[in-house]
């Protein structure tokens, strides 16, 4: 009787697509999605696709302008290069100023769909797909890395002034459920830690956006602080953020840690600009 009232419930009231706004029947409400129901359903690993883990969210033809991340890549920063045949090298950038980072990956290359998707997660506040995006984001973690790399996880803080404006820190939810998954898909998650507020935006800049990358670099040089060396000391740490677009930020962030006494700092974002 329940499953006959949520498809009837989903006829009459179908969901709509956060991307191209369109009606599409996914038998599925949004705000009925979380971390548990998803990972009940996924079970395995290898079940965690774009498409099964958006499905409540975006149309069929949303949920096809999705560009995974794949090799070729450089293999400092991931950006994903235009020929699809050879292995994983270094970019020129990278072998011209190379990054403070070891590696960074990311899920998907950023689409207009991925785009509207993280745009409404941010600035719209559609908090309910927060728990599809953290399961992506574990699952392409684990493609490219074990938990036992890392003794803490940190999220790119945003300034104090942006985090009242916006009310929560989406890269903070894109971690925060990380050893509960852990648990449900049995990986060793050993010791570590979310380092929440550990790193500080002390530095009012302007948004990104926008601007080149030399212009990146200079708006967030100086903007971070690490507030107690003793947590990252001799730590390896995983940097998590939203977008890598040029990778000004996360670079300065790992340039404050590593400054600090970390022993390394890699990075995971959702997506990279193309």
């Given at each position: ?135 992506l984001l574990f699952s392409v973690l684990m493609r ?131």
């Amino acid at each position: 009787m329940i499953r006959i009232a949520e498809i009837l419930k989903e006829a009459v009231f179908p969901s709509r697509c956060i991307v191209c706004g369109s009606f599409f029947h996914g038998f599925s409400k949004n705000n009925s999605v979380d971390i548990d129901n998803l990972a009940d359903k996924l079970s395995e690993m290898e079940n965690i696709t774009f498409e099964r883990v958006m499905y409540p969210f975006l149309c069929a033809a949303c949920c096809d302008d999705y560009l995974p991340v794949e090799s070729p890549i450089c293999s400092s920063c991931g950006t994903v290069f235009k020929s699809r045949e050879g292995e994983d090298h270094l970019c020129q950038k990278c072998i011209e100023h190379p990054k403070r980072f070891g590696k960074a990956r990311a899920i998907f290359l950023y689409s207009q769909a991925v785009m509207e998707v993280i745009h409404s997660f941010k600035y719209k506040g559609k908090l309910q797909v927060a728990a599809s995006l953290e399961l992506l984001l574990f699952s392409v973690l684990m493609r490219h890395w074990k938990l036992s790399d890392f003794d803490i996880v940190i999220p790119v803080p945003l300034h104090i002034k942006r985090f009242r404006a916006r009310g929560f820190n989406q890269a903070y939810f894109l971690i925060r459920n990380l050893k509960e998954l852990a648990e449900r898909f049995m990986v060793e998650s050993g010791r570590i830690e979310i380092g929440k507020d550990v790193i500080e935006r002390t530095v009012w800049t302007q948004p990104q956006t926008g601007l080149g990358r030399e212009e990146r670099i200079k708006n967030i040089k100086g903007a971070f602080t690490v507030k107690e060396s003793s947590k990252v000391k001799a730590k390896r740490i995983l940097l998590v953020d939203d977008v890598y677009t040029t990778g000004a930020t996360v670079d300065e962030c790992a340039k404050v840690l590593m400054k600090s006494g970390a022993k390394s700092v890699d990075v995971l974002t959702l997506a990279r600009a193309i």
